[in-house]
């Protein structure tokens, strides 16, 4: 049996997402120790024209469940971008993971050649889905995740790379 598209998409932006879950406790739970006002992590930025924490968890988990519902060629669920709190961002944390649970492997079949059309502010790219996943979906995801990371550890949260990759 061959790696599969779903393999390479699902599970580790699954994997992934549970440890973003897990960042997000420790933030919570910094704010609390050091009675931080939890605003002051989810608004951080690493410099003034990058999105803050809470952006870059709701980025981080529209790329997940795109890529997932575009590649099995599916309808994208749609999220309020509404998030104010660490227990709001845990909330659409969870609520990705439980689409990605939803959607079956057999549902990728196909799919490294599936037409994927991105419309974006002054363009639309396109894609033959293997290529979606390896050059846009995966990048993208990792980015966010890693920035959201980079903003807690930036900001004194006790996470290392083990927090990042997850057991």
């Excluded at 979906?137 to 807690?152: C, D, E, G, M, R």
Aim: charged share 20%; glycine share 6%; with cysteine.
């Amino acid at each position: 049996m061959s790696f599969t598209i779903y393999q390479a998409t699902v599970p580790p932006m699954r994997h992934t997402l549970g440890n973003l879950a897990q960042l997000l406790a420790k933030a919570e739970a910094h704010c609390t120790a050091r009675k931080i006002d939890p605003q002051a992590l989810l608004g951080a930025r690493l410099f003034p024209d990058m999105f803050p924490l809470t952006r870059q968890v709701q980025i981080a988990t529209d790329a997940a469940k795109g890529a997932a519902a575009r590649l099995a060629g599916i309808e994208n669920p749609r999220f309020e971008d509404n998030e104010a709190s660490f227990a709001d961002l845990q909330a659409r944390v969870a609520k990705t993971i439980a689409f990605l649970d939803s959607v079956r492997p057999e549902q990728f079949e196909g799919a490294e050649t599936r037409h994927i059309s991105i419309p974006l502010r002054d363009r639309t790219v396109e894609f033959a889905g293997a290529q979606f996943l390896t050059q846009w979906a995966q990048p993208n995801f990792f980015f966010h995740v890693t920035t959201a990371y980079a903003l807690l550890r930036h900001n004194g949260v006790e996470v290392g790379k083990r927090d990042y990759l997850g057991g």
